[in-house]
């Protein structure tokens, strides 16, 4: 197999989301001496994003953006310990800390984002679910992060949002990070009502929310 | 004359005008116990609620002139069990942590699920699932002789395929294995439809009128899975459980429940022989449009916002939102108006009372609107 090929095999793998095989398609890739970062870069992310675009578009569905994300994640995990073991640098997109609020222990949506945002070069540190502000503003500070990413699931988890920004603000942090906010009852409106300074209604949008929002960091 | 509540909804459900447009309303458990104190003496005598598991009736439905009752039975009995530790595991082996919240009217709690009694692989093939001979059939006996008669009642065998194999695997891994695990999938439902369909017999012999499935199929703008994936894992299913239960006893209704958006598979649900849709959540499908395209052959019960308009609109925009919703969606019968959930404890009190005046004032057919 030529390395385009290997490639093409790890790029379809994704789209399909077989993720069983995957880790066995992105080790063929490093023993062809594959540059683990340019496998990331024109494999698996070319293979996301369509995944997404195909999400918006409503051919693929929930199960399928998931089978998608894990067999990305398999492949991410092995190319990063590589990574890591040839100690190069994989340029950071930025720093994300992400959670679920307080009250709220809803998981998926928060880390189908967090998947998303790796593959395309965020640090993303995932808090889990049911967040509260402390571990929010704490971690924010340990990473000096870039952004903040909250999710909330119900509408009387959503008012939490609001108060963690009201934190970062008494703590004068809020000028120095771009807040998030999804879930599915969370609005623009809502966002805009509590000072977020976006707002995503999918995964998919949510990475380009967060790009959108490191070009004006 | 004026009809019974069961008269009323029956017209209804045969898709023609009754004297008023029926409608009911439930709460989570604090509110039920806010109204149950506020109203303690008007509702002194009326006969209610007797077991505190099978949430369902109480006496407010009758203080309110709900037209509908409801007996609730199968899986989604582990919801809101008022226990005095944070977590409890129910007849299915779900762990449950009660997840607190604050609101204007104090604190209340949601239960969620901490534990997947068969997230691991090797726990399948020897699980065991309740017994539906277990199920106290003595509630629902009390409620259909106390009511039976004047009411319209509703069993409720919820979490019926879907959303059961969700609560026994897990979120996230019932997704993928929707998919990837077919086998795992078909064998977990299955046991979900065996055990629903069972207490479904015993509701259609105690003399129930209409039998309430759901399975959450809609995310709050799309599918959760693909209409093939429904169509191939799920609609069978449903459509066995429906003829079965039709089968039993021809005259029984099907309500079929889904929060969220499943426009693209109301034709199938109509063909597997569902009557009513609930909720018809107005954030995620325009009741209106619903209406017009399938009112004629399918029945819809819901439609008022427990997502925006009651918890955060005013008194004047929920008689509104009533008042919109009787002029589209009840023309013609095959309409239950309802809260789209239960009403939930962040919901303003003058909310509450607009919801029962509007009710009250714009229900009268012929409609004048």
């Known amino acids: 197999m030529t390395a385009e090929e290997i490639k093409k095999e790890l790029y379809e793998n994704v789209l399909n989301g077989d993720f069983d095989l995957t880790q066995e398609i992105a080790q063929k890739v490093l023993s062809e001496n594959m540059d683990p970062l340019e496998a990331i870069n024109t494999a698996l992310v070319p293979a996301i994003e369509l995944v997404g675009e195909k999400f918006g578009k409503k051919e693929y569905f929930l199960p399928d953006l998931m089978r998608s994300a894990n067999a990305m994640k398999n492949a991410l995990a092995v190319f990063e310990k590589e990574i890591k073991a040839r100690g190069i640098e994989r340029k950071s997109s930025g720093k994300v800390v992400i959670g679920t609020v307080k009250g709220d222990i809803h998981e998926i949506g928060k880390s189908i984002v967090a998947s998303l945002l790796t593959a395309k070069g965020f640090d993303v540190f995932d808090l889990g679910v049911d967040v509260d502000s402390e571990s929010f503003i704490k971690k924010v500070l340990e990473e000096k992060a870039d952004i903040l990413a909250m999710s909330a699931l119900l509408p009387i988890t959503m008012p939490y949002q609001a108060k963690v920004i009201e934190d970062l603000k008494a703590k004068g942090l809020r000028t120095g990070i771009k807040v998030m906010v999804g879930g599915s009852p969370v609005t623009q409106e809502h966002a805009d009502r509590i000072g977020a300074d976006g707002y995503a209604d999918n995964a998919v949008s949510a990475v380009k929310l967060a790009e959108k929002l490191m070009l004006k960091s | 004359m004026a009809m019974t509540s069961k008269e009323r909804m029956q017209t209804a459900m045969d898709h023609k005008e009754p004297d008023k447009v029926p409608f009911q309303a439930t709460f989570v458990p604090e509110v039920d116990k806010i109204l149950r104190k506020k109203y303690a003496k008007k509702i002194e005598g009326i006969k209610g609620k007797t077991a505190e598991k099978y949430q369902g009736m109480t006496e407010l439905d009758i203080l309110f002139g709900h037209d509908m009752l409801l007996l609730t039975y199968g899986m989604s009995t582990g919801y809101y069990r008022d226990t005095e530790s944070d977590t409890y595991v129910d007849d299915w082996g779900i762990k449950w942590k009660k997840m607190p919240y604050n609101t204007i009217n104090g604190i209340g709690y949601y239960t969620e699920i901490i534990g997947f009694p068969l997230a691991d692989d090797n726990k399948i093939d020897s699980y065991i699932p309740p017994d539906p001979d277990n199920e106290d059939m003595g509630y629902s006996e009390e409620v259909i002789k106390n009511y ?19 609560y026994l695997r897990g979120m996230e891994q019932s997704m993928v294995d929707i998919v990837v695990n077919k086998d795992i999938a078909h064998k977990i439902m299955d046991m979900s439809v065996d055990y629903h369909l069972k207490l479904g017999f015993k509701l259609i012999e105690r003399g129930v009128d209409l039998l309430w499935l759901a399975d ?5 703008h799309t599918l959760l899975m693909s209409p093939s994936t429904f169509r191939e894992m799920v609609k069978p299913k449903m459509g066995y459980m429906i003829g079965e239960l039709k089968k039993k006893n021809r005259n029984i209704k099907i309500a079929f ?12 649900l109509i063909e597997v022989g569902v009557d009513l849709l609930n909720p018809i959540q107005p954030e995620s499908m325009d009741p209106a449009t619903i209406k017009k395209k399938y009112g004629k052959r399918i029945g819809m019960w819901g439609t008022i916002s427990t997502q925006q308009t009651l918890p955060f609109g005013t008194a004047a925009d929920v008689e509104k939102e009533v008042a919109e919703r009787i002029k589209t969606c009840a023309p013609g019968g095959g309409f239950l108006l309802a809260p789209t959930h239960n009403i939930q404890l962040d919901v303003p009190f003058e909310n509450i009372e607009a919801f029962y005046r509007a009710v009250e004032k714009y229900r009268n057919y012929p409609l004048n609107l």
């Open chain 2, 148 to 166: 039976g008669r004047q009411y319209y009642i509703c069993g409720i065998i919820d979490c019926s395929i879907f959303e059961a194999f969700k």
């Open chain 2, 216 to 220: 959450d199929l809609g995310g709050e």
């Open chain 2, 257 to 268: 429940h889904s929060d969220g958006f499943i426009e693209p598979i109301i034709d199938d």
